[in-house]
């Protein structure tokens, strides 16, 4: 199989801060087309002939946003690209952003036009310095030539958390408040910047918007799994051949992403587990690697697309060597909101340790499996809930690692 490059069309092939490279490849004819267009049919057409769904973990219809924020009678409208990309293993967006940073903002504008924002908003991973600086000149270039019109937009740089990748934390962060998510219902939609209806959208959603209006929903519609159509971006690492970001049609396999383009596992070693989605999803086995990559194939097996993250591991790793790690990134990253969170991902990195060092019982494992039924049920936002994912995961796949770790009794 080959790479279907959409969202990447551009990347290695024009100058990421000339604006005239990304005119010259076709850019803003997009938006141009767009603006001539009724705006309810515009949305339509994104909503239900390409059937595009988001390109975050959720995977809702970016037609059904766009939809709920333009039927509002709301003066004020706003709209967000979610560049915070804070997930282990991920690296997609930046793939992008320092690729290709006018096919986000040419994105941004179309949606802007179509739920009719005048404020947009780039949030971008604070580390990501170069993104933030190649968005920044290329706001300019865009604001310059007239492309922006009487659409305002910021590049707006994270201060390093997590939990900023959610919706509602972004719209906290932006009002100047503490990182944290908002409770929900009203969706942000309804309210959410400013008490105003506001629409969030990741960067590779972006990143796909202008070849959808430019060669037609229906080409997009037709291209990879029917309900999940399009492509996605799957970023590899760990023990794998190639560590690569591919853009790949949604019908692709497990097995065409880590043997195809990853090359397979290093050192001619087996294929242990594949952690698919990031740190806050569970585990796939080398059985079921011939399930295509669409968000609901990848479902039915129980496991998540997420931020399209494929994390190679051998057979010589111990999982709860790799688990402790991840409970160390959730208790860092843990904003504090709700107690069930805050201590609970404490107390399993805690638990995780002595495992991992070899001075953990059965009875530890039980309480981790307790710890993780509750932060399930009551954490505020999915950061908890989430957070004991992989060790579910693990504990069910591969209980033989645990095992393995028992302290042995004198």
Same mark, same amino acid.
């Given at each position: 199989?080959?790479?279907?490059?959409?969202?990447?069309?551009?990347?290695?092939?024009?100058?990421?801060?000339?604006?005239?490279?990304?005119?010259?490849?076709?850019?803003?004819?997009?938006?141009?087309?767009?603006?001539?267009?009724?705006?309810?049919?515009?949305?339509?057409?994104?909503?239900?002939?390409?059937?595009?769904?988001?390109?975050?973990?959720?995977?809702?219809?970016?037609? $059904?946003?766009?939809?709920?924020?333009?039927?509002? $009678?709301?003066?004020?409208?706003?709209?967000? !690209?979610?560049?915070?990309?804070?997930?282990?293993?991920?690296?997609?967006?930046?793939?992008?952003?320092?690729?290709?940073?006018?096919?986000?903002?040419?994105?941004?504008? @179309?949606?802007?036009?179509?739920?009719?924002?005048?404020?947009?908003?780039?949030?971008?991973?604070?580390?990501? /310095?170069?993104?933030?600086?190649?968005?920044?000149? *290329?706001?300019?270039?865009? /604001?310059?030539?007239?492309?922006?019109?009487?659409?305002?937009? $910021?590049?707006?740089?994270?201060?390093?958390?997590?939990?900023?990748?959610?919706?509602?934390?972004?719209?906290?962060?932006?009002?100047?408040?503490?990182?944290?998510?908002?409770?929900?219902?009203?969706?942000?939609?309804?309210?959410?910047?400013?008490?105003?209806?506001?629409?969030?959208?990741?960067?590779?959603?972006?990143?796909?918007?202008?070849? @959808?209006?430019?060669?037609?929903?229906?080409?997009?519609?037709?291209?990879? *799994?029917?309900?999940?159509?399009?492509?996605?971006?799957?970023?590899?690492?760990?023990?794998?051949?190639?560590?690569?970001?591919?853009?790949?049609?949604?019908?692709?396999?497990?097995?065409?992403?880590?043997?195809?383009?990853?090359?397979?596992?290093?050192?001619?070693?087996?294929?242990?587990?594949?952690?698919?989605?990031?740190?806050? !999803?569970?585990?796939?086995?080398?059985?079921?690697?011939?399930?295509?990559?669409?968000?609901?194939?990848?479902?039915?097996?129980?496991?998540?697309?997420?931020?399209?993250?494929?994390?190679?591991?051998?057979?010589?790793?111990?999982?709860?060597? @790799?688990?402790?790690?991840?409970?160390?990134?959730?208790?860092?990253?843990?904003?504090?909101?709700?107690?069930?969170?805050?201590?609970?991902?404490?107390?399993?990195?805690?638990?995780?340790? $002595?495992?991992?060092?070899?001075?953990?019982?059965?009875?530890?494992?039980?309480?981790?499996?307790?710890?993780?039924?509750?932060?399930?049920?009551?954490?505020?936002?999915?950061?908890?809930?989430?957070?004991?994912?992989?060790?579910?995961?693990?504990?069910?796949?591969?209980?033989?690692?645990? *095992?393995?770790?028992?302290?042995?009794?004198?």
């Amino acid at each position: 199989m080959e790479e279907v490059r959409i969202a990447l069309r551009n990347v290695g092939k024009i100058k990421p801060d000339s604006i005239e490279d990304y005119i010259a490849a076709g850019g803003y004819e997009a938006l141009k087309k767009a603006r001539t267009l009724d705006r309810g049919k515009l949305i339509r057409t994104i909503e239900e002939t390409s059937r595009l769904r988001g390109r975050g973990g959720a995977a809702f219809s970016t037609g $059904k946003k766009w939809s709920s924020a333009y039927a509002s $009678k709301e003066e004020s409208k706003y709209l967000v !690209c979610n560049a915070d990309e804070g997930e282990p293993g991920t690296y997609k967006d930046r793939v992008i952003l320092e690729g290709d940073p006018h096919t986000v903002i040419e994105g941004l504008l @179309i949606g802007a036009y179509a739920i009719g924002a005048k404020e947009c908003f780039l949030y971008v991973r604070g580390e990501y /310095e170069k993104s933030i600086k190649l968005l920044r000149r *290329a706001v300019k270039q865009a /604001e310059e030539k007239g492309l922006t019109g009487e659409v305002s937009i $910021k590049v707006v740089s994270g201060a390093g958390a997590y939990i900023c990748g959610e919706g509602t934390a972004i719209v906290n962060s932006l009002e100047g408040l503490r990182g944290e998510p908002r409770l929900k219902p009203p969706s942000m939609a309804v309210r959410g910047l400013n008490q105003k209806p506001t629409v969030v959208n990741n960067v590779e959603t972006f990143a796909l918007i202008p070849e @959808i209006v430019n060669k037609g929903a229906g080409w997009f519609g037709a291209i990879g *799994a029917e309900k999940f159509p399009g492509t996605k971006l799957m970023c590899l690492s760990g023990d794998v051949v190639n560590k690569v970001c591919v853009e790949v049609p949604t019908n692709a396999t497990l097995q065409d992403v880590v043997e195809g383009f990853g090359g397979g596992v290093v050192n001619g070693k087996k294929l242990k587990a594949i952690q698919l989605g990031g740190s806050s !999803c569970g585990f796939v086995t080398p059985d079921q690697l011939d399930t295509p990559i669409d968000f609901d194939s990848i479902g039915s097996i129980g496991a998540s697309l997420g931020s399209g993250a494929v994390y190679v591991i051998d057979e010589s790793r111990n999982l709860v060597d @790799i688990l402790w790690e991840i409970a160390k990134f959730f208790r860092h990253e843990s904003c504090g909101k709700c107690t069930p969170c805050r201590e609970g991902t404490m107390r399993v990195e805690e638990l995780l340790e $002595k495992l991992a060092k070899g001075e953990g019982s059965q009875a530890d494992i039980e309480l981790i499996r307790t710890l993780a039924d509750y932060m399930q049920k009551s954490c505020f936002c999915p950061l908890g809930q989430s957070a004991t994912t992989a060790f579910l995961s693990a504990w069910k796949l591969f209980p033989e690692d645990f *095992a393995a770790k028992l302290r042995k009794e004198a």
